[in-house]
């Protein structure tokens, strides 16, 4: 079995972005996808296509560790599938040329790919919860203290979830807005932003679970921790293979599902039950995880972050557009059609994220 996720660096796939954004203009048109697929009942048939390739837009340790799980834990393999996973510049360019099968991006950047005519459909869930962390420096206590510095929004311009994490900011109290700040792109991964952090070049950064060590460490103070039932990546097929493959996409997320269910056990929120298994496996696969051993946290595989059923419907799409201040566009709701066969194999419905308390919001 192939597993590919690079330490470091991406796959140079950056040259097909623009081919095939212009190839995806010509599709029928925004939202749309192909006719609506039907599926026999009962088990998949055999995969038609076998040899699946996943594209993510950077290698991380947690946030993607579904597909190196479900690889080495035999999963993919127990429905017939060769699952190859690699890193591109713009993974819906990437799905849509077919350089990859399916691709994780996120909720937004899809959303407006398909407005665009973009040949990709929105097959599933990825994370189904946001989690909201923010950094700043010593002695900046107030977002006045912010005024006249550098801060990190996000990793690169035009990333729609800026918008969310500025109004999640200004929700817990620290309206951007009343204060000058230059907002500086360091790059997709979080590693980047604390880079800059440590490196006091920056005042402010949102963070994840793997960052906070380095933080801590730095005396960073923890301003805002909040969770927000908000879909974060999404899972995209090329509209085409899609349809040329349903059973191959059926399988590929019900192995995907129970990766995902081994990681959260025994439920979003509470400490995994499989965390020496999970970090023996990142560990054989060329992460560094001896800051995650040490953890006593139940967030330190992110698992408070996915739904065990990759759950996405018509309601994460809408929060989506209305959180990321994008202009209205209707779900088509056939693009899930693979994910809810896979869900009902399982015995598994739909249903959406449950509230979760989170370290910030214990005390609201």
């Known amino acids: 079995?192939?597993?590919?996720?690079?330490?470091?660096?991406?796959?140079?796939?950056?040259?097909?972005a623009a081919l095939a954004l212009l190839a995806g203009c010509a599709a029928a048109g925004p939202g749309a996808s192909s006719d609506p697929v039907e599926l026999a009942d009962g088990e998949p048939g055999a995969a038609e296509?076998?040899?699946?390739?996943?594209?993510?837009p950077f290698p991380d340790i947690t946030m993607y560790s579904m597909y190196v799980l479900a690889n080495d834990l035999g999963y993919y393999e127990e429905e017939g599938l060769d699952v190859e996973v690699i890193?591109?510049?713009?993974v819906t360019a990437a799905v849509a040329s077919g350089s990859a099968d399916i691709g994780v991006e996120s909720?937004?950047?899809?959303?407006?790919?398909?407005?665009?005519?973009v040949g990709v459909d929105l097959v599933g869930g990825h994370y189904c919860r946001q989690n909201f962390d923010f950094a700043a420096q010593q002695g900046v206590t107030k977002v006045d203290d912010l005024d006249g510095t550098s801060i990190v929004l996000a990793g690169t311009p035009g990333d729609p979830a800026e918008f969310?994490?500025?109004?999640?900011?200004k929700e817990e109290g620290w309206d951007l807005d009343t204060v000058q700040t230059e907002v500086v792109y360091p790059g997709p991964g979080s590693e980047s932003w604390t880079e800059f952090f440590v490196n006091d070049k920056i005042s402010m950064q949102p963070f994840y679970a793997d960052d906070r060590?380095?933080?801590?460490?730095?005396?960073?103070?923890?301003?805002?921790?909040?969770?927000?039932?908000w879909a974060n990546d999404v899972q995209v097929a090329g509209t085409g293979w899609a349809a040329e493959n349903p059973n191959s996409l059926v399988r590929f997320l019900r192995?995907?599902?129970?990766?995902?269910?081994?990681?959260?056990?025994?439920?979003?929120g509470e400490f995994p039950e499989n965390v020496d298994s999970v970090l023996d496996i990142y560990e054989a696969n060329d992460f560094d995880v001896a800051d995650l051993r040490d953890s006593e946290s139940p967030w330190v595989l992110d698992g408070h972050l996915a739904c065990p059923n990759l759950s996405f419907d018509t309601e994460a799409w809408d929060t989506t557009i209305e959180t990321q201040n994008l202009q209205p566009l209707e779900f088509d709701e056939s693009q899930l059609v693979y994910l809810l066969k896979a869900q009902e194999l399982l015995g598994l419905t739909n249903e959406g994220p449950a509230d979760l308390v989170y370290p910030g919001d214990a005390s609201k």
């Open 1 to 16: 079995m192939r597993t590919s996720i690079p330490r470091s660096g991406r796959a140079a796939i950056a040259a097909l």
């Open 49 to 56: 296509d076998t040899e699946i390739t996943v594209a993510i």
């Open 87 to 90: 890193t591109a510049d713009n």
């Open 107 to 117: 909720t937004g950047t899809v959303i407006e790919a398909i407005r665009g005519g």
């Open 164 to 169: 969310q994490r500025k109004r999640v900011l």
């Open 213 to 229: 060590p380095a933080l801590e460490e730095h005396g960073a103070n923890i301003i805002v921790e909040s969770l927000r039932n």
């Open 255 to 268: 192995a995907t599902i129970k990766a995902t269910d081994y990681m959260t056990a025994p439920a979003p």
